[in-house]
């Protein structure tokens, strides 16, 4: 099967509709998930967590889950505020594969 990582760093896909830099992309994102794993793909979308409390993988369809990483503080953050914590973010997903034992193509 194949694997794809997808990023979506300043607003999680699960997020609710209508709050602070939520809308369209996060629908984008969770639907063309959802439709990649319909297809067969695996799709793993990496998102920087923003609440501790919500669980570090969700699964969001056939194939399709969210991973939440921590990358600075966890709580929401203005997207001008996000470059500092992307080598943290990057080290996270890394981190995440090697414990899976998953590599993406």
């Not at 099967?1 to 709050?19: D, E, N």
């Not at 959802?34 to 369809?61: C, K, W, Y």
């Amino acid at each position: 099967m194949k694997r794809t990582a997808v990023f979506s760093v300043h607003s999680c896909p699960l997020a609710a509709l209508g709050g602070k830099e939520t809308g369209g992309m996060n629908v984008y994102v969770r639907e063309m998930s959802r439709e990649m794993g319909r297809l067969g793909f695996q799709a793993d979308v990496f998102t920087r967590s923003q609440n501790p409390h919500i669980a570090r993988v969700v699964q969001i369809g056939r194939n399709a889950r969210v991973i939440h990483l921590k990358a600075g503080p966890e709580k929401p953050l203005p997207k001008n505020e996000l470059l500092p914590h992307l080598p943290e973010f990057i080290d996270g997903i890394k981190k995440f594969s090697a414990e899976e034992g998953v590599s993406y193509d």
